[in-house]
C-alpha cells in the first residue's frame, strides 16, 4: 500500500507541476500546450468517463493522466522540469479547472448529438 500512497503523491506533485509548466516560458511551446490539456483534464471536475461506472470510471483517470504526464516529462528539460517538481512540492493550492469541465461537457455533447444522428 506504500507504494501506491507514494505513486499517488509523486502523480499529485507533477501535476502541480505541470501546471507551473504551462504557464512558464522556459518549457518548450510543444510541451506546454500538452501540459495545459493534462492539467485541464486532471484539474476538471468532470471525466470523460465518469467514476461511476464500475472500473472503467477509474481507467481513464489511471491511463489518461499519467501518458500525459509521461509525454510531458519527455518534452521538458530533466533540469527544467526539476525546478518545477521542487516548487510543487511546496504545497501550492491548484485550481479547479472550469475550463477543463467545459471541455469534457463539450466532449459528452458532441458524442451524444453524433450517436442520436446515428441512431436516428
Do not use: C
Not at 476538471?44 to 499519467?66: E, H, K, M, R
Request: charged share 15%; hydrophobic share 55%; glycine share 6%.
Amino acid at each position: 500500500m506504500d507504494r501506491l500512497e507514494t505513486w499517488a503523491r509523486a502523480l499529485k506533485r507533477d501535476i502541480a507541476a505541470l501546471y507551473i509548466a504551462a504557464h512558464d516560458t522556459r518549457t518548450p511551446w510543444t510541451a506546454r500546450t500538452i501540459a495545459l490539456a493534462v492539467t485541464l483534464y486532471a484539474l476538471s471536475p468532470i471525466d470523460l468517463i465518469p467514476d461511476f461506472i464500475p472500473v472503467v470510471g477509474y481507467l481513464d483517470d489511471l491511463i489518461i493522466v499519467p501518458l500525459g504526464i509521461w509525454l510531458v516529462l519527455r518534452l521538458i528539460p530533466p533540469d527544467v522540469m526539476q525546478v518545477y517538481r521542487e516548487a510543487a512540492s511546496g504545497g501550492a493550492r491548484l485550481p479547479v479547472s472550469w475550463t477543463g469541465a467545459a471541455l469534457v461537457g463539450l466532449v459528452w455533447l458532441g458524442l451524444t448529438v453524433w450517436l442520436y444522428r446515428l441512431v436516428f
